[in-house]
């Protein structure tokens, strides 16, 4: 009951009008039938338009590509645990175990969009805890950086906490040069995320061998959509608050080799990346994937 009166206080608000104890609207101005109309704007993300092209982020499928560079720590079991949502529980076999994760991306759209890079391009940090929901082995993302602006919708569509930073990582080339690592056993590779001024997030990885796939993509991955609620007196009850797990369509690995790495997460104001500093780290791991995003698992 609370519920549908909440409802219809926010329709009646819509609509200019007030709502009794008894729900119903008093006052109401004609405008409450334009709360049904359909909207004539056009888009998927905000800014919706005219022409419905200015969106940050066109409607799914959305198909990637890239290169990943990253390691596998510990935290503190801890640090992992605070860092979970209600509704995921900590990995009571591996506490505290995690991967940081470099990616260089390409996107497309469905229009070769990769035909316009300064759109298709951009790089991400992001973090992977274990955890499980309901008995089942996930990986939850606490926190991820791009630094392209659409990435950033469609990250905040899927759930995923994205903020805008700076990623880089070494890259390598098909032809041979005392410019770019090796491929292969003896090839180092580095990352750097910074934002906001500071430098957040390395890593150095120095390849071994060969792997069928990266070691950070064996869990599927659970995040939290969440819009908050401006309404005064209504804070506390955000109207999009829930789990989700990414669906990841045909995903292929290739070129995927581990070895050594080491993993630093450095303390900065306004950021809590640094409360999950690995204590320990595993195997550091380089390699390209690919996959298509066109739906999504509400847990």
């Known amino acids: 009951m609370e519920n549908n009166l909440q409802r219809r206080t926010v329709l009646a608000a819509l609509a200019g009008g007030t709502v009794g104890l008894a729900g119903t609207a008093a006052t109401a101005s004609p405008a409450a039938a334009a709360v049904t109309d359909p909207e004539r704007l056009k888009g998927y993300t905000l800014p919706l338009s005219a022409r419905g092209v200015a969106n ?9 590509v890239g290169d990943a560079v990253g390691a596998e720590f510990w935290t503190s079991p801890e640090a992992a645990a605070a860092s979970l949502p209600t509704g995921l529980d900590p990995d009571p076999v591996n506490p505290g175990h995690g991967y940081g994760v470099f990616i260089d991306w390409q996107f497309n ?3 070769d969009d990769y035909l316009d890079p300064p759109y298709s391009q951009y790089s991400e940090f992001l973090v992977l805890l274990d955890a499980y929901w309901r008995g089942t082995p996930v ?3 606490p926190f991820i950086w791009v630094d392209n602006d659409s990435s950033l919708a469609r990250g905040w569509v899927q759930g995923f906490p994205k903020k805008l930073g700076a990623i880089k990582q070494t890259r390598a080339f098909a032809v041979e040069s005392l410019a770019g690592p090796v491929v292969g056993k003896g090839g180092r ?5 910074s934002a906001g001024g500071h430098r957040l997030a390395e890593t150095t990885v120095t390849l071994d061998r060969t792997a069928e796939r990266l070691p950070a993509l064996t869990r599927p991955i659970v995040n939290l959509r969440h819009f908050p609620q401006l309404a005064a007196g209504q804070h506390h009850r955000p ?5 989700t797990m990414s ?3 045909s995903l292929r690995m290739a070129n995927t080799w581990v ?3 080491d993993l630093r997460f450095l303390p900065a104001p306004r950021e809590e ?7 320990r780290v595993g195997v550091g791991f380089r390699g390209s994937l690919s996959y298509t995003v066109k739906d999504l698992r509400i847990l």
Do not use: M, N
């Not at 940050?56 to 990637?64: D, E, R, T, V």
């Not at 590779?189 to 995320?193: E, G, N, P, R, T």
């Not at 109207?239 to 789990?243: A, F, R």
């Not at 990346?273 to 204590?279: S, V, W």
């Open 56 to 64: 940050l982020a066109g409607k799914p499928p959305w198909h990637y």
């Open 109 to 111: 759209g469905g229009t």
């Open 139 to 141: 990986a939850w993302c």
């Open 189 to 193: 590779f580095a990352a750097v995320l």
């Open 239 to 243: 109207p999009v608050h829930e789990l």
């Open 247 to 249: 669906v990841l369509d």
């Open 259 to 261: 070895g050594t790495g």
């Open 273 to 279: 990346l640094a409360d999950l500093a690995p204590l």
